[in-house]
């Protein structure tokens, strides 16, 4: 593109007809001017091609007023809706809060991971970032508090509560307790878990939900120990491995699942199963149109509202940054079938 | 945070033992330096914590080096791995050719996202926008070509070949071409097809992918005339549809769909119809989990490549800003259920 003679604020302000402090209000503070004056404003800036604004605003103030998010590399298309509306959620509490938010390309590892952050940091392309899919292994906080960077994680610390850092949370406990509750209403008295591989191990959200199933299982002293089965997060297999749990002496007459996926395949073993009878109830986790679809209950995490926590925690950190670390908590809804 | 006394990229330079010019192609072009030069600026960098180098090379270059795309409000969550993989697509490429990608949360209508893209490209945040999920009504692209916007569509230009911008789409017709194909050489003879309300009326991605099944059809001349249904994007919708279908006396025995989300009500209407008999055969759109847990092939699209090539583009307009509009068509293929 031809570069024209630059515009300078004053320009704009002249074109415009209004002041100078007006335009900066414009770019600064959109929501304190008035709509009709905006617009006279945003045209002026447009037929002046005003725009340096934002990069001279960030180095102004020495901030990029963007943070960044990692674009996953591959991910389980059912349960996909959740990061998605994640993104949104950020975007909307960002703009709000003039904040950008970048899209940065997993990398290959962590280390690189962690690289690619601080490079985008300490190069002024953002102020901080949201680490997402947090588990017990990884090493990406402990780098990113060493090297000054400014984060949030959805997610929790796993297991490294000495190691405090700004986080957001969906407290999945409460949900499969939620899920159990929803199934002792209904009569059910053998409530199973279909959970991960590695649930039961380190702390991950994997044992979170089991937790919050063997809880509320063990308050309602039902007759029998729990009964349980573990999958890869992949339908066929869960469909297997619920199969074998239908066939058990003590079958369950319900199963929470640790996802919609687990949930899309012990709902085709149930039907397998149940020939005439009635097939064993099933609950999933993350309320996706799958589980919609297959009339099945499941666990709603509010992504909405994590979302905009990180952007409360981050914010609050640029203006008080040696305020303790915190972590909240968020509690999930049981969607019903309609 | 406090704020330390500016670095410069001369002490940047100093501090790495490396020239300046160095510090600056490690900021501009990373892929110039070796790795452990590269390292070892980044350090620098990082310890002396100079920021400003994206901004003022913003106002430098009179370019944000950023372009931005949509967040969607809410998206049907079995096909929301093309979105995700599209995003990791674009930020991928982006990185790449030393762009961002920032994320904006839609708007609550075109007018208002126009307004939105404009604001951010004439503020200097970002230089371009990857339009999505473009429709014959939409009436952003003419907006964007009257404000001098860059921008390339991820998308046709449904109907409006008389107005043209860059856009990359992926060729449905092909796709469920190759669906119908599939199912001839497996011994289909009656093959149906499973769309959108709107398929068959404006020009859009489901006349796209109906036109492709009927074409198809048609060269086969197989005995009797193309049947098809229509169901809103919703998996409990499409199973009423289908199973209307399947009750016909001149039932399919394979139903082409337009989506995985209506694949999967096809499947359960043609289990639930088949009784002792074998079920029709089910062939959805977009490969995902979902197709692949109940064994139905799938067409699917090459988001990553799409993507790619919307950067492609766009990097191709800022150097040759009056070159003509360029469209590209990608083939998807067919997923097979293993």
Known sequence: MAVPDPATLDSVAAHAGVSRQTVSNVLRHPDRVAAGTRERVLTAIRETRYRPSLPARQLATRRAHAIAVRAERTQ???SGLVLDAFYHGLAEAGQDNGLRVLLYAQPADEAAEVALIDELVHTGAADAVVLTATSA???RPAHLRESGTTFCAFGRPWGHDDEPHDWVDVDGAVGTGLAVRHLLDRGHRRIAYL?????????STGTDRRRGWLEAVG????????VEARSLNQAAAAEVAVAALLARADAPDAIVCASDTLALGAHRAALAAARSAR????VGFDATPVAAALGLASVAQPIDQAAHLCIDLLTGRFEAPDRPAQGLLVAPVLHLPS
């Open 76 to 78: 389980d298309g059912i």
């Open 137 to 139: 292994a990884d090493e």
């Open 195 to 203: 959970g991960w591989p590695e649930d039961g191990a380190d702390p």
């Open 219 to 226: 308050a309602a002293s039902l007759d029998g120990p729990p």
């Open 279 to 282: 097939p064993a109830t099933v």
